[in-house]
């Protein structure tokens, strides 16, 4: 009992106190004005930008299977998060309020959405689910492209490839492929933050629980997952589902932080950074996935200042570190030397050397 009260607060601390106290630290720069307005600007893309790949790596890395659709949630997510605060402005004054509803109905049509297309393709498997739910994100894009939504007094309208009669100006919530405009920006570092730890916690949760184990099972070997009485599609509509909702989550933190908002921006290439984050952090490696998502959403932006060799270095970038991270050599060397630094390993190969001691020690006696 004693060890697990101890261990508690090593295993909370790894797996939330990383992120809170990079958190802290982002804060205590921007307080002291060592962080510039470019980079602050940033912040919330990040946080985004992880709560993707930490969503989708349970799909990806958990689950097993290839999903190349994860910006077709995200723009359900942005799109209904935006029709939602746009409906509360006038009878809710906060902000914040506005935010969370945003982020629970981005949740719940994306989840909707996710069901709608998960229980028809999860019996597909490896490149035919990938092209499925590719195609599945073309079809939101195109759909947001021709879908118009607006405010008549209080009422909702919505009509398919022309302006809806009766609502104009600032009645207009989204206009076709122009996509959303003028929206009141309610999303924050600290919000986002929050939704990166929320996101964490749910992922991870899942893959330590019993329906995690049985996803897991079903990813190692499917048919002895089922010879043993797993349902197969049942826990894979499970992880594609949350991994959705998660997605949606995103998607409508995503749309609070832009007062302007196209469809082109959930193209197929956001899928594509998307799986990269998931891909360049080693697949199922939930850290790997954060930290590969912080920098290369930063690393754009750093390089600014070098406009004709930005994207190169980028793609350098990109293979340099997908060669050290898959190459068996330098895997081994790194894992070497973090065996030497790391003071945990140290303190156990200590109280190794002590308890063979005194094993040779009454072997002697």
């Known amino acids: 009992m004693d060890e697990i009260i101890l261990v508690l607060p090593q295993v ?19 307080n002291a004005g060592m962080i510039g307005r470019n980079l602050q600007g940033q912040f919330v893309p990040i946080c985004v930008y992880i709560s993707l790949a930490i969503s989708l790596n349970l799909v990806v890395g ?15 997510g942005a799109f209904t998060g935006i029709i939602v605060t746009r409906m509360m402005e006038a009878s809710m004054p906060s902000g914040n309020v506005r935010l969370f509803f945003a982020v629970l109905a981005g949740a719940f049509t994306a989840a909707i959405a996710g069901i709608i297309i ?21 079809i939101v894009r195109n759909i947001m492209n021709v879908l118009y939504f607006g405010l008549d007094g209080k009422k909702l309208k919505f009509a398919f ?19 959303a405009t003028g929206v009141t920006k309610t999303a924050t570092f600290t919000t ?5 730890l929320f996101t964490l916690f749910v992922v991870l949760n899942l893959k330590n629980s019993k329906h995690g184990r049985c996803i897991m099972a079903v990813r190692d070997n499917r048919i002895a997952g089922e010879s043993i009485g797993i349902n197969v599609k049942k826990y894979k509509l499970i992880a594609f589902v949350v991994s959705a909702a998660l997605a949606g989550m995103a998607g409508a933190m995503f749309g609070q932080n832009y007062s302007t908002l196209a469809p082109l921006k959930f193209n ?6 998307i799986l990269v984050f998931v891909v360049l952090g080693s697949i199922g490696n939930i850290w790997g996935g954060i930290l590969a998502a912080a920098l290369l959403t930063v690393l754009p932006e750093a390089l600014r200042q070098f406009a004709d060799y930005r994207m190169l270095t980028y793609a350098v970038v990109l293979i340099v570190v997908m060669i050290c991270t898959y190459n068996p050599t330098i895997r081994a ?22 308890t063979d001691d005194e094993k040779t020690g009454k072997e002697e006696m």
Request: glycine share 16%.
């Open 268 to 273: 197929f290439n956001t899928s594509i950074l």
């Open 62 to 76: 958990i689950s097993g299977e290839l999903s190349l659709g994860h910006a077709g949630f995200m723009s359900v």
């Open 333 to 354: 060397r790194v894992g070497m030397l973090w065996d030497m630094i790391n003071p945990r390993k140290k303190g156990k190969k200590a109280a190794e050397g002590v």
């Open 192 to 196: 986002a933050m929050l939704l990166t």
């Open 118 to 138: 998960g229980i028809p393709i999860l019996g597909l498997r490896g490149d035919y689910l990938a092209i499925v739910t590719l195609a599945f994100g073309e």
């Open 12 to 30: 909370v601390f790894r797996n939330y106190g990383i992120l809170i106290v990079g958190y802290l630290l982002l804060q205590l720069g921007v």
């Open 161 to 179: 490839n022309h302006t809806i009669d009766g609502v104009e100006g600032n009645q207009r919530i989204i206009t076709g492929a122009i996509g």
